[in-house]
């Protein structure tokens, strides 16, 4: 996988999902993103209870964000969309959100939300606290 080298991005997602939610995550599973790190952990925010993974389709974006937020520049990994839902997300603990293109023209949001993200750490799924059954 080429670092920067990334097949879609979130307009193309959304256009190629016709609003159709599980083609566009789909997508986005089969699509090489950058995660921004550092300190070995990736770039995140709390917003209304869930944390938000931020992830680039673009290699100068990271940079902007950064330099938006008054940070300094993270090192930035290419992986696959689906390592993020299927291996980072429930390891970070409590609800977690994945962010494309935060801050760009054309972000997408995807919610920490059954089809999204495994069952266990949904929080739309049954016995998640606070969740909806």
Do not use: C, N
């Not at 970070?92 to 059954?114: H, N, R």
């Amino acid at each position: 996988m080429r670092a920067g080298a990334l097949r879609l991005r979130p307009a193309d997602l959304a256009a190629s999902g016709r609003g159709d939610l599980r083609a566009v995550v789909g997508e986005f599973r089969r699509s090489e993103v950058l995660v921004p790190v550092v300190d070995g952990s990736p770039v995140s925010a709390e917003g209304a209870g869930i944390r938000w993974l931020f992830v680039f389709t673009d290699d100068a974006a990271p940079p902007r964000f950064a330099e938006v937020r008054g940070e300094a520049v993270p090192e930035r990994v290419a992986v696959y969309g689906a390592s993020l839902p299927d291996q980072v997300v429930p390891e970070v603990g409590g609800p977690v959100g994945i962010a494309v293109d935060a801050g760009g023209a054309a972000g997408l949001v995807l919610p920490p939300a059954a089809g999204i993200v495994p069952d266990a750490v949904a929080v739309d799924a049954a016995g998640i606290a606070g969740a909806k059954t």
